[in-house]
């Protein structure tokens, strides 16, 4: 268990509400997440899982409800309640990095240019520092010897690993991972969660959709189970023994 302060949520989500259309694909999401806590949130595809995610980095704003990331409201808040300070999406994006499912890396950038580039153009930094930064990210995802190597030169698991780094790059408070390890070979799965274990070693607060549970037992701080845009059922370590949500152990059952 590391250590957590509980004193202050550092993501914090209220009555979240998404719609696309007609469609309400988030159904009022309640969600605090504490500075180095490691939360898992898993459940049926289309449960709203990636949603919740990109709603956490204004990728979805959302439809209504308030969002708080370290104190500060981004989304539309809550009926009723003084809104308080209200921040920008480009802040928002330097506290929270995304790792997604299919990598995301420019094809036509080595890796650490690929690290590089968000550190220049998110955070401003010149291009000797950024380099030097990234070459560091690289080297913690274990990858500095691979730097000058292009995303095709790299199997699925090393280019999740630079995705990793370059999300590391910019230093952010909180880390978002979508699948990370679903379009991967089963073989280079182990590669990426080793990362991820790392990463969460260090204290980094991790909100992770994942299917790989014997993972999520392994660094769920908090354990969420999501079906039809609502949390069914949600706890701390033991919750994929102790779940008393039919809906929840089903689920858990069918995926193992
Ligand atoms: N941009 C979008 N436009 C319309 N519908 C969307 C969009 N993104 C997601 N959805 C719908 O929202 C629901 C939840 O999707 P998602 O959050 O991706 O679920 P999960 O990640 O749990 O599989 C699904 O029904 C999906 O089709
Ligand atoms: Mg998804």
Known sequence: ?????????????????????????????DLEIFAGEHVVIFGPSGSGKSTVLRSINLLEPP?????????????????GEKAGRRGKPLEL???????FQQFNLFPHLTALDNVALP???V??????DAQVRSAEALRRVGLLPRAAHYPQQLSG??????????????????????????????????????????VAETGMTMVVVTHELGFAREIGDLNVFMEDGVVVD????????????????????AVR
């Open 123 to 128: 955070r401003g930094v010149r291009r000797a």
């Open 93 to 99: 994006r330097r506290t929270v990095g995304m790792v």
């Open 157 to 198: 698991g090393q280019q999740q690993r630079v995705a990793i780094a370059r999300a590391l790059a910019l230093d952010p408070k909180v880390m978002l991972f979508d699948e990370p390890t679903s379009a991967l070979d089963p073989e280079l799965v182990g590669e990426v969660l080793k990362t991820m274990r790392e």
């Open 63 to 79: 439809t209504s409800g308030s969002l708080k990331v370290a104190g500060i409201e981004y989304g539309p808040g809550v009926p």
């Open 119 to 121: 550190l220049r153009s």
């Open 1 to 29: 268990m590391n250590a957590t302060d509980r004193t202050a949520p550092i993501v914090e989500l209220r009555g979240i509400r998404k719609s696309f259309g007609e469609l309400e694909v988030l159904c009022g999401i």
């Open 234 to 253: 949600s706890g701390p370590r033991g919750f994929f023994e102790e779940t008393t949500s039919p809906r929840a152990r089903e689920f858990i059952m």
